[in-house]
């Protein structure tokens, strides 16, 4: 199903990125303008949901604005007004949607509403020259979420697995702060972690016979790694500048040969036709070229800056999977992407 609605101008607030966008049929961005409160939430090493909701509201009108003023034909080129409902932080989610109500209000305009984690896959639709073929494996993997699903056509998924304790994105963040190597973690631990080590490996949590996922056992094995404690006891900052490292390296291989080799055998049980990865952490340049080496099928990542998040994926899925709303929807901080149990453990796996 397609929309009726050619340009579409999208509005996102889930976290800490004031987003705005406009999309025309669902893959071509005319206008994206992000404003990061990186740099705020920095200082507290997370993101702190009153600061991120203040933000939002400051930011919001002259976000929209600018996003209005680069689309050619301004305004009246707009034929609906999209914005994220949830799932994210509800202080934050608020202003965005009730901005986007607002505008569709007023300008008589339709206002579709967006899952943000199935917008995340449709940042591989945007200026793509060949779209995902159904059906396609999904990987999201975000600050909030980690999952596989099989999508057999826009609308229309099945969760296969999804992580038990902390998301991808979570443990980097968290392992980075663990590490002394700042905020956002993801940027922190892909940067340090350049120097291979063969010599040792951190554990991996295979969950065998299921899609589902766990960190917080590689979170415990990095905090508790004898030569990570050693270094911090003799208060040496060469020694930890050393292991930090090395444990960055070795963490980040860890996440992703999970994440690649479960995608893969989701692949093979399936018989999809593509693979869509997307989300804040399919910025990593080492899982986009392990991901590359080992699936045989076509992948679509989304380029860098639309991994992280955006308002451009926003418009693009409410192109592709239009879901009309009215001025009574509420924000759904939890709002799941796929209906059903989060785990479908076994359901279709088959070990590559
Ligand atoms: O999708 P996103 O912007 O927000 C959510 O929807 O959660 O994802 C943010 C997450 C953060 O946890 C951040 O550390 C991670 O994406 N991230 C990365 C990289 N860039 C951002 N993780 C690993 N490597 C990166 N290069
Ligand atoms: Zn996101």
New binding site residues.
């Given amino acids: 199903m397609t929309s009726p609605y050619k340009t579409i101008l999208a509005i996102e607030t ?2 800490d ?1 004031t987003a705005a966008a406009v999309v025309v049929n669902g893959t071509q961005l005319v206008a994206n303008v992000v404003a990061s409160q990186i740099d705020i939430h920095r200082r507290y090493g997370g993101v702190v949901p009153e600061v991120a909701s203040r933000q939002h509201i400051l930011a919001i009108e002259s976000v929209v604005r600018e996003a209005v003023a680069c689309t050619p034909g301004g305004w009246a080129t707009i034929d609906a007004i999209a914005a994220t409902y949830g799932p ?1 932080l509800s202080g934050a989610l608020l202003t965005g949607l009730n901005t986007a109500k607002t505008l569709a209000w007023a300008r008589g305009l339709p206002f579709l509403m967006v899952n ?2 199935e917008a ?1 896959l449709y940042a591989t639709w945007i200026d793509a020259a060949v779209p995902p073929a159904f059906p396609a494996v999904a990987l999201v ?5 980690t999952m596989l699903a099989l999508i057999r056509d826009h609308a229309d998924a099945q969760l296969l697995g999804g992580t038990l304790d902390d ?4 443990a ?2 968290k392992v ?1 702060r663990l590490l002394a190597l700042g905020y ?7 940067q340090s972690a350049r120097a291979p080590i063969e010599a040792q490996r951190l554990p991996r949590a295979w969950l065998h016979g299921t899609y589902d996922f766990s960190f917080s056992g590689l979170k415990t094995a990095v905090s508790t790694d004898p030569a990570w404690v050693a270094a911090r006891a003799s208060g040496d900052p060469d020694q930890c500048v050393q292991r930090s490292a090395e444990l960055a390296y070795l963490f ?1 291989e860890s996440v992703v040969d999970i994440l690649v080799r479960k995608t893969k055998a989701a692949v093979s049980a399936t018989n999809a036709k593509s693979v869509i990865v997307a ?3 399919a ?3 080492r ?1 986009r070229d392990a991901l590359r080496a080992a699936i045989r099928v076509p992948l679509h990542i989304p380029p ?1 800056h639309l ?3 955006n308002a451009a994926m926003i418009a693009a899925c409410a192109y592709w999977h239009p879901v009309n709303g009215d001025l009574a929807v509420a924000v759904d901080p939890n709002a799941p992407f796929v209906a059903g149990p989060q785990s479908t453990s076994g359901a279709v796996f088959r070990q590559a």
Avoid: K, Y
């Fill in positions: 889930s976290c990125e994210g943000h984690v995340h993997v975000s600050g909030g979420h998301a991808a994105g979570e980097f963040d980075a956002p973690g993801g940027p922190a631990i892909q980040q989300g804040g952490v910025a990593n340049a899982l860098i991994c992280t998040d």
